[in-house]
């Protein structure tokens, strides 16, 4: 008994994981919300002032969602809840909104001075991308909708590219793939061009694919945290890829992985009201450590969160194949 302990913690080593849970994981749940909700899941995240704010998808009991910010000095714990939603649907202005809004990104705009929130707006229409700007997270400059539906899954990087802008996203039908396009006012939208496909058949990817989080800068390129659905005879998996982007031209696709590096695991991530996934809106860097801390909605019901090296996500994705 003793030995088949030893093998087995063994072998519980030999696979490095990119990303280590947190111990204390689930970070948010329902529980901690200042109001009844349902859920709290697939969070935004970025640094405001000093501290990390999360900007977390809360699904209320009739289905729909809105967003509401959580804040914390050190990203991990002690957090720090609006008592009442941050941002609400507002279908009376935004019909696309009726049936709520979801699964936000962040992205600090320098030129702007403003955060950019990119989030999924829900009605009967289907789901599609919108825009807000923010200063403080308190007052929002609603841009409304900048893609037809069906779209989803989408983040604007930080800065313009020869003058315009650009922004991933993923229209839902044929093939459900990730496409970049370009902007010169944020508002209307062109270019656009298959960026990430969908790989078919028995990929860990081989159904659906979405962006994750924003688009990291770094010195070897942008990095793309991605998600990838298979789906199964028992349901659809959610899992997590990493991609690294061209950087001074990012729809050019430099490395791709092969293998997923995220999976649903625990408990939390297993179980909930829709069970196998794992689904990040968000990371943060710790500049001095090097650290990089992912927030993800676990099973479409809490929130948690998983710290990398990044410089063992950058070694990983060099050592991934160039697309063809
Ligand atoms: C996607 C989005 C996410 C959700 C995931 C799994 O299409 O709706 O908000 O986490 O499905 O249900």
Request: aromatic share 12%; hydrophobic share 35%; proline share 7%.
């Amino acid at each position: 008994m003793a030995e088949f302990e030893t093998k087995l913690r063994a072998d519980d080593n030999t696979f490095k994981e990119l990303f280590v849970r947190y111990n204390y994981n689930p970070i948010l749940t329902a529980r901690d919300w200042p109001y009844p909700v349902n859920t709290v899941f697939n969070p935004a995240a970025t640094i405001y002032e000093g501290k990390t704010l999360l900007l977390a998808r809360v699904e209320d009991r009739r289905g729909f969602s809105h967003l509401t910010k959580a804040v914390s000095e050190d990203g991990i714990d002690n957090w720090v809840i609006d008592r009442h939603p941050t941002l609400c649907p507002d279908p009376d202005n935004h019909p696309e909104e009726k049936w709520g809004i979801e699964d936000p990104r962040i992205t600090y705009i320098d030129e702007l001075g403003k955060y950019a929130v990119v989030y999924t707006a829900y009605s009967e229409s289907g789901p599609t991308v919108s825009l807000a700007l923010t200063r403080d997270f308190v007052t929002f400059e609603r841009m409304g909708p900048i893609m037809p539906p069906e779209d989803k899954d989408a983040a604007l990087f930080p800065r313009r590219f020869g003058g315009k802008w650009l922004l991933i996203h993923r229209p839902i039908e044929h093939g459900a793939h990730i496409w970049i396009s370009s902007s010169e006012n944020l508002k209307y939208w062109g270019d656009h061009k298959i960026l990430i496909d969908t790989r078919g058949g028995a990929w860990w990817d081989g159904s659906k694919v979405g962006l994750s989080t924003p688009p990291l800068e770094t010195p070897e390129g942008w990095l793309i945290l991605y998600h990838g659905v298979r789906q199964t005879v028992a349901g659809a998996i959610y899992r997590l890829g990493l991609a690294l982007l061209d950087l001074e031209d990012p729809s050019r696709v430099l490395r791709r992985s092969d293998e997923w590096i995220f999976g649903p695991r625990e408990q939390y991530e297993k179980y909930g009201d829709v069970p196998d996934v794992v689904f990040p809106c968000g990371w943060v860097l710790d500049e001095a450590s090097g650290k990089l801390r992912m927030y993800y909605g676990g099973a479409d019901t809490c929130v948690a969160m998983a710290v990398a090296n990044l410089s063992d996500l950058i070694d990983y994705i060099l050592s991934c194949p160039q697309p063809k």
